[in-house]
């Protein structure tokens, strides 16, 4: 039997998709703590690389309809090797989602709520993606579409307040940055911002057009590229080089904003911003942790594993990191790599061995 | 049962729904406007802070006469750090400081001489203060600043905030927000600039900015008269508005021409390790009075005009790039404009570029139209 019962459309895959990667957008500081004129580019270069990179992905779904990740390695890699690989996968998940938590509520608290602990908003954020995962994908599917064009609609806003401080000569020269900077920044917004969407494969076996995925993903995407190459444009024209030595170039473009003395103090769109976006991305991937804790342990159901689940990853926010500076410091120069085991490495193994094993189409039915 | 539980989420609901925990309630913060930072013996540094008396500003608008009550209250302290001297105004002040309304930051001649980066990593390090504030240098006592009485205004750290605000209708000053300030200090080569504010008048006792302090990384070397500060600002093409005065060409007097748009264009040239700069600088102006009674609207002589002006701007431009070249200080960011264009050259030049600057040869092309007359274009004489 299906542990998700319920159905999303593809334009709701879509959405989520789009509202995924938005939700990314505040780890833009991370990028900008390498270089800052290219960025733009690099958002392009690595959105094009992974939309071919994609159909590793896409061709694992179509190979095992009907199959989620974890019932997939079970397929491939048999019973025994199977588990192993969606363990790792696993841990996987709930690092992902405790780090993009503890993330998102430093940038919060140490700019809004600088006297709150972190604790206390952690947890009402984990809560509240608690909730919204027992409520179950079709629940939270629908949010998508309005989380992510109120973020889309927020990010244009402020690109059009800040029309007037931009300078052409912020780009200039293209491409004059070192190659290995270069190919950096592709790697951390090549697996931060778009192959972390593999998460998906926990979810698109429930999309209602299964012929439709490659179109419905691939929009997805492009959702997000488009959000995250106006950010990285608004970013890099007005703040230019100053965009490097701050923590959170975001906020500080969005406090910069002053038209005619009348539109300033504008920086709670920011924190709208990363709200309505964080919540999608730490709901899906607490989503695709119990789906694959519940898959693996062959339950009926994966509910009941949110509240334990919840616990787990409110006990890890604290140990996760020691403090936002090796916070970055990971983002940049570990976590990329770290994820690209789960993200390429993995996903890649899986669909060579399907392809060598000769599996097509087999259609998988209960838990395994 | 189920009373029983929905009971149960209602109280723990009910620290959490009690409101914000770091809220910021109006009455407990002291407002700041502005911050003076003088330097003091022993390498300490004296600070001032200017703070917003909200109940006098009311009264004084409402009432007329005001009862002659300052509606800011400065205080004073001396301290080895920005901070931790900012922090020690809690002995003095019953209330926390609160930056965010902070739209003046003053440094004293000497402070800037030692270098503004202390201050200016504060500025921007902590969350509270803006980019949007301004930065000034004092030619005057810090004090005398900070207790100048506004005419208009209630406070003078909003009185500079508006003077800033007031330029883009006659150019002559150089400003400069953090924002701007931080790509300069981030740059290698740009020198970085900041306005002068000074107290004039018979009982000096107005607020006025002027010029451009000239700083080498952060720490001030020289300064730029009015004519020089513009013509730095043309190179960028920040002139807004502004009257250039020049001779009547058709005898005796002068004519002013007011500026209704600029625009400039900087293109470096590198060739067998020299560099050329080509400052192209477009203008639009009108007739904004003339003290003849010539008729000066006529084609030919507003064409004729249009030449003598496009010296007088010629003339601007070039004593900036005199003076800039004596301070050896890159004001105009050639530098990275050179660094743009030619990135392999521009790596050997980087480090020297201190020693280059003052031998580049800036060529400055203007391209200045008249264009209009005003609604009444002949002046009020009889006819010749």
């Known amino acids: 039997m299906k542990l998700e019962k319920g159905m999303i459309s593809n334009s709701q895959l879509t959405f989520l998709v789009g509202a995924y990667i938005q939700g990314s957008l505040f780890c833009t500081s991370l990028i900008y703590g390498i270089s800052y004129r290219d960025n733009w580019l690099a958002t392009i270069v690595s959105f094009l690389l992974f939309a071919i990179f994609s159909a590793v992905y896409l061709n694992l779904m179509k190979m095992m309809p009907g199959s989620n990740l ?95 401080k931009m300078e052409i000569s912020n780009f200039l020269p293209v491409l004059r940055v070192p190659v290995m900077d270069f190919v950096q920044v592709n790697h951390i917004i090549f697996s931060i911002f778009y192959s972390e969407t593999f998460l998906f494969m926990m979810i698109m076996p429930y999309v209602s057009d299964q012929k439709k995925l490659k179109k419905s993903f691939f929009y997805g995407l492009v959702i997000g590229e488009a959000t995250l190459l106006l950010v990285t444009i608004t970013i890099t024209s007005t703040l230019g080089i100053s965009a490097m030595t701050t923590s959170n170039p975001l906020i500080i473009m969005a406090r910069e904003i002053d038209v005619a003395k009348m539109i300033s103090r504008i920086e709670f769109m920011i924190l709208g911003i990363v709200m309505l976006s964080v919540f999608m991305k730490v709901t899906v991937s607490f989503y695709a942790t119990a789906m694959s804790f519940a898959q693996v342990l062959s339950l009926r159901d994966y509910r009941p594993l949110v509240i334990a689940l919840s616990a787990v990853l409110i006990a890890l926010i604290q140990p996760m990191f020691h403090n936002p500076i090796v916070q970055s410091e990971c983002g940049e120069k570990t976590w990329p790599i770290y994820a690209s085991v789960f993200e390429i490495v993995l996903p890649l193994i899986t669909l060579i061995t399907a392809k060598l094993r000769g599996i097509s189409g087999a259609p998988c039915g209960g838990g395994t | 049962m189920k009373k029983i539980k929905i009971l149960l989420i209602c109280f723990m609901l009910m620290p959490v729904l009690s409101g914000c925990w770091s809220y910021h309630e109006l009455k407990d913060y002291d407002i700041v406007m502005g911050i003076g930072v003088d330097k003091a013996a022993d390498d300490k540094i004296n600070m001032t802070v200017q703070i917003a008396l909200p109940d006098q500003i009311k009264t004084k608008s409402k009432g007329g006469e005001g009862g002659g009550l300052k509606a800011y209250w400065n205080i004073e302290l001396e301290g080895e750090t920005i901070f931790g001297t900012l922090r020690d105004y809690s002995h003095m002040s019953t209330h926390k400081l609160y930056f965010p309304h902070c739209k003046a930051v003053v440094f004293s001649r000497a402070y800037a001489e030692a270098g503004i980066r202390p201050c200016f990593d504060f500025l921007s390090r902590d969350p509270e203060p803006r980019g949007t504030v301004w930065m000034f240098v004092a030619r005057d006592k810090i004090d005398d600043v900070f207790n100048a009485e506004p005419k208009v205004e209630k406070i003078p750290a909003v009185n500079l905030d508006e003077l800033v605000e007031i330029q883009k209708y006659n150019a002559g000053t150089y400003t400069a927000n953090l924002v701007k300030m931080s790509r300069c200090l981030l740059s290698k080569t740009r020198a970085p600039v900041l306005p002068f504010v000074e107290l004039t008048g018979d009982k000096k006792d107005v607020l006025s900015i002027t010029g451009g302090a000239v700083f080498k990384s952060d720490k001030l070397i020289g300064e730029l008269d009015e004519k020089e500060t513009r013509g730095l600002l043309w190179v960028e093409g920040e002139v807004k508005s502004g009257i250039v005065t020049v001779d009547n060409p058709l005898g005796e007097g002068k004519v002013d021409l007011e500026i209704s748009r600029s625009s400039a264009e900087i293109k470096p040239e590198v060739k067998d390790g020299k560099v050329k700069i080509t400052v192209k600088v477009r203008e639009l102006a009108n007739i904004g009075g003339q003290t003849t009674s010539d008729v000066l609207a006529v084609p030919d002589i507003m064409k004729q005009l249009g030449v003598i002006q496009n010296a007088a701007i010629k003339n601007e431009i070039e004593a900036s790039v005199k003076k800039a070249k004596a301070l050896k200080a890159d004001v105009f960011g050639f530098g990275e404009e050179v660094g743009n264009k030619y990135p392999k050259e521009w790596k050997e030049m980087e480090d020297k570029w201190d020693a280059v600057f003052p031998h580049i040869e800036v060529e400055v092309i203007v391209d200045s139209e008249v264009y209009g007359a005003g609604i009444v274009p002949k002046p009020a004489s009889p006819s010749q």
């Not at chain 1, 491939?76 to 790792?88: H, N, R, T």
């Not at chain 1, 405790?98 to 940038?107: E, G, L």
């Not at chain 1, 709520?113 to 984990?126: G, K, R």
């Open chain 1, 70 to 164: 974890i019932q997939i390695d079970d397929i491939v890699f048999g019973p025994y090797i199977g588990k192993l690989v969606s363990a790792a996968y696993i841990s996987f998940f709930i690092l992902h989602s405790v780090a993009n938590t503890r993330y998102a509520c430093d940038f919060i608290v140490g700019l809004f709520l600088d006297q709150t602990p972190l604790m206390v908003f952690a947890i009402m954020l984990i809560l509240l993606c608690a909730w919204a995962v027992h409520s179950g994908l079709e629940a939270f599917a629908r949010t998508g579409f309005l989380f992510s064009a109120t973020v889309f609609f927020l990010i244009v806003t402020l690109f059009f307040l800040n029309i007037g």
